[in-house]
T-cell receptor, first 113, second 113 residues
Framework: GIQVEQSPPDLILQEGANSTLRCNFSDSVNNLQWFHQNPWGQLINLFY???GTKQNGRLSATTVATERYSLLYISSSQTTDSGVYFCAPQGNAGGTSYGKLTFGQGTILTVHP | NAGVTQTPKFQVLKTGQSMTLQCAQD?????MSWYRQDPGMGLRLIHYSVGAGITDQGEVPNGYNVSRSTTEDFPLRLLSAAPSQTSVYFC????????????FGQGTRLTVV
């Protein structure tokens, strides 16, 4: 199956700082999602981004499928950005498991006021 | 539009007890899946289904049963709970034949004592 590696594992920021989270994956993918897991455990869809760049407010994401990585940018970070960020590539739907999502271990982000 | 609904949100079981975690979606998605999340880890796939009457195993299926009698519902059964099954469980759904994002429920926090 697809191997997923996220970096850094932990990140501590002061409010207002910018950051880049990286997701490397080992095989070609049909899709990739970024999630934010808030301190209450809820998984929130941030981006569905099989390739290219998308932006949503202070967050943006870029996936370069040919080079097997995706980046999540957080600008002007706020304390509410704290939590765990997961990337989850989705394998080929024609293969086994019908294109399951494989999760990385996450990046734990802490934003201090 | 409720999306993906999981019940209960919290549950405490004694070792050896059985229970069913419920998952329902109202988006007419063919693909439904169950994941578990252990501390400090990403989500791992337990079982999945590509339609009514069709289920298959994921990465960590031992100790769990599933069935899919309708498109909307995908219950997860623990036949004899063990402390190793203490975890947070997430249900997800997405269309099978369109490459699009997966939608996750709010999670069920299960403790087995």
């Amino acid at each position: 199956g697809i191997q997923v590696e996220q970096s850094p594992p932990d990140l501590i920021l002061q409010e207002g700082a910018n950051s880049t989270l990286r997701c490397n994956f080992s095989d070609s993918v049909n899709n990739l999602q970024w999630f934010h897991q808030n301190p209450w455990g809820q998984l929130i869809n941030l981006f569905y981004i099989p390739s290219g760049t998308k932006q949503n407010g202070r967050l943006s994401a870029t996936t370069v499928a040919t080079e097997r990585y995706s980046l999540l940018y957080i600008s002007s970070s706020q304390t509410t950005d704290s939590g765990v960020y997961f990337c989850a590539p989705q394998g080929n739907a024609g293969g086994t498991s019908y294109g399951k999502l494989t999760f990385g271990q996450g990046t734990i982000l802490t934003v201090h006021p | 539009n409720a999306g993906v609904t999981q019940t209960p949100k919290f549950q405490v079981l004694k070792t050896g007890q059985s229970m069913t975690l419920q998952c329902a979606q109202d988006m007419n998605h063919e693909y439904m899946s169950w994941y578990r999340q252990d501390p400090g880890m990403g989500l791992r796939l337990i079982h999945y289904s590509v339609g009514a009457g069709i289920t298959d195993q994921g990465e960590v299926p031992n100790g769990y049963n599933v069935s899919r009698s309708t498109t909307e519902d995908f219950p997860l059964r623990l036949l004899s709970a063990a402390p190793s099954q203490t975890s947070v469980y997430f249900c997800a759904s997405r269309p099978l034949y369109r490459v699009t994002e997966a939608f996750f429920g709010q999670g069920t926090r299960l403790t087995v004592v």
